[in-house]
């Protein structure tokens, strides 16, 4: 029977840390993209990636990177 409950609790408390993100954070999808600074033409996208709380805001207000004719910022919505 002490087992049974031991299991239970580190079974729901490894459940809730699976998650990301608590309720009352706010979240967004966020995608790395490359564009040429002359054209202002889109080179790449990567896949979107959830970042919520403080994540998204050290994201969202990170500084473009630019080398050469390239420029690569984060889009999130």
């Known amino acids: 029977m002490k087992k049974i409950l031991i299991f239970s609790i580190s079974l729901m408390a490894f459940g809730s840390m699976m998650y990301s993100c608590s309720p009352a ?29 403080a994540s998204l805001t050290a994201v969202e207000l990170q500084d473009p990177i630019i080398i050469g004719d390239e420029k690569t910022v984060y889009e999130c919505k």
Do not use: F, M, Q
């Open 25 to 53: 954070d706010e979240c967004k999808n966020c995608e790395i993209v490359t564009y040429n600074t002359n054209t202002n033409k889109e080179i790449s996208r990567s896949s979107a990636t959830e970042y919520c709380g």
